[in-house]
T-cell receptor
Framework: AQTVTQSQPEMSVQEAETVTLSCTYD???????LFWYKQPPSRQMILVIR??????QNATENRFSVNFQKAAKSFSLKISDSQLGDAAMYFC?????????????FGEGTQLTVNP | DTGVSQDPRHKITKRGQNVTFRCDPI?????LYWYRQTLGQGPEFLTY????????KSRLLSDRFSAERPKGSFSTLEIQRTEQGDSAMYLC????????????FGQGTRLTVV
């Protein structure tokens, strides 16, 4: 079974600064997808960024980028130029690429605070 | 398209009562998922439908839990004989196609069992 671990229950960052959230995972599969989801208070979870394991290039979405280290099974999220609206719970998630694989396996989450 | 809709948003029930939640996915999405999220934790997978077929169930889904998706459209999740340990946020998500597609989440139903 796959597991996802987020070792930072809480992080804080000053507005306009950069912060990195850590995520490690364990799997015996070679093909899979990794995701970062954002869950603001009382709001639905939304996808921030996605990485395909077969791609060596790290995914980037505007101010959000990842550092994907497949051999180390590490998938960190970097938020540049942090904004107050970035404050939320962030979840790292894994999904198998097998045809039957569909469930997302989530980490415990990291609560991000952005200080003005 | 208004996204994934869940009803009710909040439910308070007495222990031992039955409750039913509804999820309306994004209309063209053929896959529908239920997750449970307890306070301060990540969501845990409960079950998944492709169209009307329930293809996978977690061991978390005890025999008191049942989910349906008649006609492959909306889905219901029923919990019978609720227990205090069932108190959680129940999240529904939907997606179209394979494993690489984005799952869109609803706002969830928060269940409190007293």
């Amino acid at each position: 079974a796959q597991t996802v671990t987020q070792s930072q229950p809480e992080m804080s960052v000053q507005e306009a600064e950069t912060v990195t959230l850590s995520c490690t995972y364990d799997t015996s599969e070679s093909d899979y997808y990794l995701f970062w989801y954002k869950q603001p208070p009382s709001r639905q979870m939304i996808l921030v960024i996605r990485q395909e394991a077969y791609k060596q290039q790290n995914a980037t979405e505007n101010r959000f980028s990842v550092n994907f280290q497949k051999a180390a099974k590490s998938f960190s999220l970097k938020i540049s130029d942090s904004q107050l609206g970035d404050a939320a719970m962030y979840f790292c998630a894994y999904r198998s690429a097998l045809a039957s694989g569909s469930r997302l396996t989530f980490g415990e989450g990291t609560q991000l605070t952005v200080n003005p | 398209d208004t996204g994934v809709s869940q009803d009710p948003r909040h439910k308070i029930t007495k222990r031992g009562q039955n409750v039913t939640f509804r999820c309306d996915p994004i209309s063209e999405h053929n896959r529908l998922y239920w997750y449970r999220q307890t306070l301060g934790q990540g969501p845990e997978f409960l079950t998944y439908f492709q169209n009307e077929a329930q293809l996978e169930k977690s061991r978390l889904l005890s025999d008191r839990f049942s989910a349906e998706r008649p006609k492959g459209s909306f889905s219901t999740l029923e919990i019978q004989r609720t227990e205090q340990g069932d108190s959680a946020m129940y999240l529904c998500a939907s997606s179209f196609g394979g494993s690489n597609t984005e799952a869109f989440f609803g706002q969830g139903t928060r269940l409190t069992v007293v």
